[in-house]
T-cell receptor, first 111, second 115 residues
Framework: DGGITQSPKYLFRKEGQNVTLSCEQN?????MYWYRQDPGQGLRLIYY???????QKGDIAEGYSVSREKKESFPLTVTSAQKNPTAFYLCASSIWETEAFFGQGTRLTVV | QKEVEQDPGPLSVPEGAIVSLNCTYSNSAFQYFMWYRQYSRKGPELLMY????GNKEDGRFTAQVDKSSKYISLFIRDSQPSDSATYLC???????????????FGQGTILTVHP
């Protein structure tokens, strides 16, 4: 089945740690995105990538990093510089049309 | 002022009611408009996709876009308990075909349809 797979579903991070969230798609989409969702704030764009080896900052990129070495994969690293990382993280992909399709999300909690 | 404003509700209606969900926006360059449905602890799923102004119907769902008023709506007819979810509006300007999928979202409206 075609789709977007995010892992893990739940992730716990200690203070000062970097953690990496995985996102893989087999839809042959060129563009991939990372959004953060907090209660009552909708979705906010962290990073996006339109082609391999290229990516741009979104609205809230501070404290995050990404890579795009393969078309299918767009991992997100939440660094220790992100002071409030507890949130629901959503990965999405799209082709040249603007409909974005989402994965099932990773819930990150700082412990 | 946020680019996209959506009444967060919550909205509670009886089964069979007609539901109206709305968003307003300030960026006149937006020309692609979407509605997503999100169940608790799940990723959003695309419900409706509309380009520019006009109406689009799909089963019990109707999306309307009024670009002159910078206002979009989603109507749900004969609402069902299974429609209970958060509904998110989203839009994009797709400037020059290079920003596809770079969506700006509303805050989401929480809808509950009770039997």
């Amino acid at each position: 089945d075609g789709g977007i797979t995010q892992s893990p579903k739940y992730l716990f991070r200690k203070e000062g740690q970097n953690v990496t969230l995985s996102c893989e798609q087999n839809l042959n989409h060129d563009a991939m995105y990372w959004y953060r969702q907090d209660p009552g704030q909708g979705l906010r764009l962290i990073y996006y990538s339109q082609i391999v080896n290229d990516f741009q900052k979104g609205d809230i990129a501070e404290g995050y990093s990404v890579s795009r070495e393969k078309k299918e994969s767009f991992p997100l690293t939440v660094t220790s510089a992100q002071k409030n990382p507890t949130a629901f993280y959503l990965c999405a992909s799209s082709i040249w049309e603007t409909e974005a399709f989402f994965g099932q999300g990773t819930r990150l909690t700082v412990v | 002022q946020k680019e996209v404003e959506q009444d967060p509700g919550p909205l509670s209606v009886p089964e069979g009611a007609i539901v109206s969900l709305n968003c307003t926006y300030s960026n006149s360059a937006f020309q692609y408009f979407m509605w997503y449905r999100q169940y608790s602890r799940k990723g959003p799923e695309l419900l409706m996709y509309t380009y520019s102004s006009g109406n689009k119907e799909d089963g019990r769902f109707t999306a309307q876009v009024d670009k002159s008023s910078k206002y979009i709506s989603l109507f749900i007819r004969d609402s069902q308990p299974s429609d209970s979810a958060t509904y998110l509006c989203a839009m994009s300007d797709n400037a020059g075909g290079t920003s596809y999928g770079k969506l700006t979202f509303g805050q989401g409206t929480i809808l509950t349809v009770h039997p």
